[in-house]
């Protein structure tokens, strides 16, 4: 199985919104695949995660409302939407495959070289 490979990172104004994609080079993303995020000097932390298979999605409270994740079978590939962009949100956005549940994320594996997401006037 190939590697994860994140895409969409960029500078946005806060309020703004940026869609991450995250897909696998040579084999179908894992059935849950998460999202994290490590801001400079701070731990890398779950913010969401989907399982492709029952569509069942989880969010950290953080983002609750504003971002969401999706799965498209036909591009093998997850997406989370970020909308309403705040100055918390600036990060190095990495997925990863993981187990998923409906209250909680687990430990990822399989992690890409990660997307950088600023948020910045």
């Known amino acids: 199985q190939g590697e994860y490979v994140e895409s969409g990172g960029g500078l946005v104004q806060p309020g703004g919104s940026l869609r991450l994609s995250c897909t696998r080079s040579g084999g179908t993303v894992d059935y849950g695949i998460g999202w994290f995020r490590q801001a400079p000097g701070k731990e890398r932390l779950g913010g969401s995660c989907i399982n492709r298979a029952s569509r069942l999605t989880y969010f950290v409270d953080s983002v609750k409302g504003r971002f969401t994740i999706s799965y498209d079978s036909a591009m093998n590939t997850v997406y989370l939407q970020m909308n309403s962009l705040k100055a918390e949100d600036p990060a190095t956005y990495y997925c990863?495959?993981?187990?998923?549940?409906?209250?909680?994320?687990?430990?990822?594996?399989?992690w890409g070289q990660g997307t950088q997401v600023t948020v910045s006037s």
């Open positions: 990863a495959a993981v187990p998923c549940y409906a209250q909680a994320m687990g430990p990822g594996r399989e």
